[in-house]
Antibody, heavy 120, light 107 residues
Framework: VQLQESGPGLVKPSETLSLTCIVSGDSISHYYWSWIRQPPGKGLECIGYIYYSGSTNYNPSLKSRVTISVDRSKNQFSLKLSSVTAADTAVYFC???????????????WGQGALVTVSS | DIQMTQSPSSLSASVGDRVTISCRASQIISTYLNWYQQKPGKAPEVLIYAASSLQSGVPSRFSGSGSGTDFTLTISSLQPEDFATYYCQQSYNAPFTFGPGTKVHIK
């Protein structure tokens, strides 16, 4: 299983960050998929996750600005984060939840990460 | 949110040393605790899941223990490739939070 993030590496303040995670080597079906970010030199923060059916769960700290969607026909899922500021500058990872569960599990496959810088 | 803390935040050790890293959750999380290793410029990789289960392909020098709120990652004999940052993560309740990390340096 391989995950690959894609999207612009530079986003202007107040605009919307958009990333896509392309999944290869397995179907996106029957799994939960997460977005996780890591500001430079800092720790990891879960942004939210989506089930292949489309149900979502977002981190309350970001909920008002986050949308995660899935495209089963393309075997990919996407992240949109609106009204970005410099504080949203981070490496954004996509990851798969092991097994067919949202919680009580771990992230078994990760993308390599995509650095997104918020700057004018 | 469940808060995760780790100690120490960093440590220096030599090849062959036994290393122990602690992780504490702000509430009981049963054994829904995972450990990851991250090297610079790379994505984290799971080492231990469900507090004590060794991920396939991970060397047996890594082990995990604990339940409730207190957990431990042990490296029985540190190898050169083990110098990295280690994170604990709870999967009991969303949002699934990570500890701040423990950086293992070469002494």
């Amino acid at each position: 299983v391989q995950l690959q993030e894609s999207g612009p590496g530079l986003v202007k303040p107040s605009e919307t960050l958009s990333l896509t995670c392309i999944v290869s080597g397995d179907s996106i079906s029957h799994y939960y998929w997460s977005w996780i970010r890591q500001p430079p030199g800092k720790g990891l923060e879960c942004i939210g996750y989506i089930y292949y059916s489309g149900s979502t769960n977002y981190n309350p700290s970001l909920k008002s600005r986050v949308t995660i969607s899935v495209d089963r026909s393309k075997n990919q899922f996407s992240l949109k984060l609106s009204s970005v500021t410099a504080a949203d500058t981070a490496v954004y990872f996509c990851a798969r939840h092991a097994g067919e569960a949202a919680g009580g599990t771990h992230f078994d496959y990760w993308g390599q990460g995509a650095l997104v810088t918020v700057s004018s | 949110d469940i808060q995760m803390t780790q100690s120490p935040s960093s440590l220096s050790a030599s090849v062959g040393d036994r290393v122990t890293i602690s992780c504490r959750a702000s509430q009981i999380i049963s054994t829904y605790l995972n450990w990851y290793q991250q090297k610079p410029g790379k994505a984290p990789e799971v080492l231990i899941y469900a507090a004590s289960s060794l991920q396939s392909g991970v060397p047996s020098r890594f082990s995990g223990s604990g339940s409730g709120t207190d957990f431990t990652l042990t490296i029985s004999s540190l190898q050169p490739e083990d110098f990295a940052t280690y994170y604990c993560q709870q999967s009991y309740n969303a949002p699934f939070t990570f500890g701040p990390g423990t950086k293992v340096h070469i002494k």
